[in-house]
Nanobody, 118 residues
Framework: QVQLVESGGGLVQPGGSLTLSCAAS????????MAWYRQAPGKQRELVAA???????NYADSVKGRFTISIDNAENTVYLQINGLNPEDTAVYYC????????????WGQGTQVTVSS
């Protein structure tokens, strides 16, 4: 079993910045990818950004240039640096990890709320 613990959400004014972090712990061989998704009220959960253990990244078009995802393989932790926040970024942000054990497994964090408001 793998646990993902997220932190860093909160209330931020438009134009502000945040850094979200997600630490994976438990029994697994290695991480294939870690990612951040978000779900706004009344909307489907969407991929925001993903990173492989090798450092390759992928971003949703809506966040390119404002969000930066990175991974610390030694700490099994993924970070999401968010700049230039706007009210449309308000959502619950979920961490996702795909890890190797006997097979590949997918895990989700509990979510952290990001609210952008003046």
């Amino acid at each position: 079993q793998v646990q993902l613990v997220e932190s860093g959400g909160g209330l931020v004014q438009p134009g502000g910045s945040l850094t979200l972090s997600c630490a994976a712990s438990g029994i697994f061989s290695s991480i294939e990818t870690m990612a951040w998704y978000r779900q706004a009220p009344g909307k489907q959960r969407e991929l925001v950004a993903a990173v492989t253990s090798g450092g390759s990244t992928n971003y949703a078009d809506s966040v390119k240039g404002r969000f930066t995802i990175s991974i610390d393989n030694a700490e099994n932790t993924v970070y999401l640096q968010i700049n230039g926040l706007n009210p449309e970024d308000t959502a619950v942000y979920y961490c996702h990890a795909r890890v190797y054990g006997a097979y590949k497994y997918d895990y989700w964090g509990q979510g952290t709320q990001v609210t952008v408001s003046s």
